[in-house]
């Protein structure tokens, strides 16, 4: 019997990312056995999930709920990855949907995600670009193992006009406008990054700033100062049964909540 702990995880980044694509390998071996699985496709979209390949996680998220349609776990996973793809409508549809079967909290956190970020595209997408504001300009936040990334929602701006800096502790961000107007962003960062491996990227719709962590902690939220209690390291237990042609089986623990290691607040 092999429990997987959080060895992964705390090694960094990219031993994370390759513990994560074994799972999902192994887990690709249990459905050939077995392809009428629902858990083993549910387990296969959280580990498609922290690999970053969310179509292929509503994929599997899906196939889990057509054989068991009351999984509120897949339903769970199904909309995050509908999150993160930005389909903010149907992500809601899909946690109001996962709320009704399960009294689970995480559905309630969602919910008002998706609220929030539908009322920053629309408070974005309404005003004109001479009429953008400080006041008015919207910023979201989530985190991966290895990065912070922070979105701006200002639209056609270019890259000679961002004064962009980063240090341990804060990031300071001034950006002209259109309008001819300066938008200021400082943050007092609850815990350290590296600041010669930040970097922002300029889109048309927005700009993603990402800010890299030394160690692969979860944020509990996005500024702080003072004495902060000791981080959360993000957790790989994941732990199953399924039939092997091995001489031992493998056990694979159930999957951790999502909030734990991807959250978006």
Known sequence: MVAVRDGAAAAGP?????????????????LEQNPYD???????????ILLGK?????????????????????ILRKGI?????????????????????????????????CQEAQNGLVSVRN????????????YDWYQTESQVIITLMIKNVQKNDIN?????????ALVKLSSGENYNLKLRLLHPIIPEQSTFKVLSTKIEIKMK???????EKLEGQGDMPTPKQFIADVKNLYPSS?????NWDKLKRENSRISVF
Request: with cysteine; net charge neutral; hydrophobic share 25%.
């Open 164 to 172: 962009m800096e980063f240090s341990e502790k804060e990031l300071s």
């Open 81 to 113: 990855c509908e999150y993160h793809e930005r389909n903010y409508t149907a992500a809601l549809e899909t946690f109001t949907q996962g709320q009704k079967l399960s009294a689970d909290g995480d559905f309630t956190v969602w919910i008002k995600k």
């Open 14 to 30: 990219a031993t994370t990312q390759r513990f994560f694509q074994s799972c999902s390998d192994e887990l690709t071996k249990a």
């Open 213 to 219: 962590k030394p160690e692969a902690v979860r944020w």
């Open 54 to 74: 969310y179509c292929d996680a509503v994929a599997d998220a899906k196939k889990s709920l057509e054989l068991n349609p009351n999984n509120s776990t897949a």
């Open 246 to 250: 091995s001489h031992y089986t493998r």
């Open 127 to 138: 005003q004109s670009t001479s009429q953008q504001s400080q006041s008015k300009i919207k």
């Open 38 to 48: 629902a858990q083993y496709y549910c387990q296969r979209a959280y580990c498609h």
